[in-house]
């Protein structure tokens, strides 16, 4: 008997989301013969995908339980119940992957996972990179919070924070690739666009 409609719904969903991943993963294999850096070559790449792929499974799992459970263990319990915000963080959650979808037509053949040294890909500027430098890591932050709205427990309050923590280190660490490889055209995009949030159009960035 489902118990929880929003959390078997977001679970779903961000099983589709990750699910949409492998197949992009698959697809650049068939492609040009590499996993788009799923593994990363560098070492510190591969060490933090050690804590976060666990940290996806639990984000998919989890609100799968919940909507089953009941009552969850003590780690699972929602620290709070709220109907009306449950199904509003749906909606944005819903939202934020249909955006996701765009982001990853938008980037082609350039989307990757993570930083390869080795390689250069094309620098995509346009569609919803000409508002924030990385959508879709700024995407995935909203999916996790929306999930966090839904099953709020200690569980999901300690995968949320590792999941966004990473994110945002991640950010970083591209934005140092990419500046290495594109130069002065990176600096400047840097300049002009917001990292996660769109930055208020000024005089100077007209």
Known sequence: MIVN????????????YWARVLKLVRKARRAHGSDANFVPPELLGRILRIVWYPA????ILHPLLNSFLNPP?????????????????????????????????KMGKSWRMGINPDEKTQLILSGPYEYVR??????????????????????????AACHLLLLQWEARREEKYLVGIHGSAYESYMGRVGRFIPRPKTSSNL
């Open 5 to 16: 409609w929003p959390a078997l719904v977001v679970g779903l969903m961000i099983g589709a």
């Open 56 to 59: 996806v499974g639990i984000w």
């Open 73 to 105: 263990p003590p780690f699972m319990d929602p620290v709070f119940h709220s109907p009306v915000v449950q199904w509003i963080a749906l909606l944005v959650a819903g939202a934020a992957f249909v955006a996701t979808l765009v982001c990853w037509k």
């Open 134 to 159: 990385h959508p879709i890591y700024a995407l995935s932050s909203v999916l996790m919070l929306a999930t966090l709205a839904i099953v709020p427990s200690s569980l999901m309050i300690a995968t």
